[in-house]
């Protein structure tokens, strides 16, 4: 276990001398930045999308499936929910 503690201190350790060294030259900084981003990659790819909620005479959305949450919960939709 001790051995383990050690290797990743070591390897923090290392990541600190090679930030360090990096920073002393743009080309160093740059190579490191790309270095470090591509061991990185993509943590999260996604699409932005924006979602526009229309309404109905009654401030409710008239394309959201109320009956089907109905269903879902386990009980009859209340009767005058259209």
Do not use: W
């Given at each position: 276990?001790?051995?383990q ?10 990541r600190l001398?090679?930030?360090f060294?990096?920073a002393?030259?743009?080309?160093g ?5 790309e270095?470090?981003?591509r061991?990185?990659g993509?943590?999260a790819v996604?699409?932005?999308?924006i979602?526009?909620l229309?309404m109905?005479?009654n401030?409710?959305?008239p394309?959201?499936d109320?009956?089907g ?7 009859s ?5 259209k």
């Amino acid at each position: 276990m001790n051995r383990q503690i050690d290797r990743l201190q070591a390897e923090e350790d290392l990541r600190l001398v090679q930030l360090f060294s990096a920073a002393g030259s743009q080309e160093g900084y740059t190579a490191l930045t790309e270095r470090l981003q591509r061991q990185m990659g993509n943590v999260a790819v996604y699409e932005q999308t924006i979602t526009v909620l229309n309404m109905d005479d009654n401030s409710l959305d008239p394309e959201f499936d109320r009956e089907g949450l109905h269903a879902l919960m386990g009980r009859s939709p209340p009767q005058d929910s259209k």
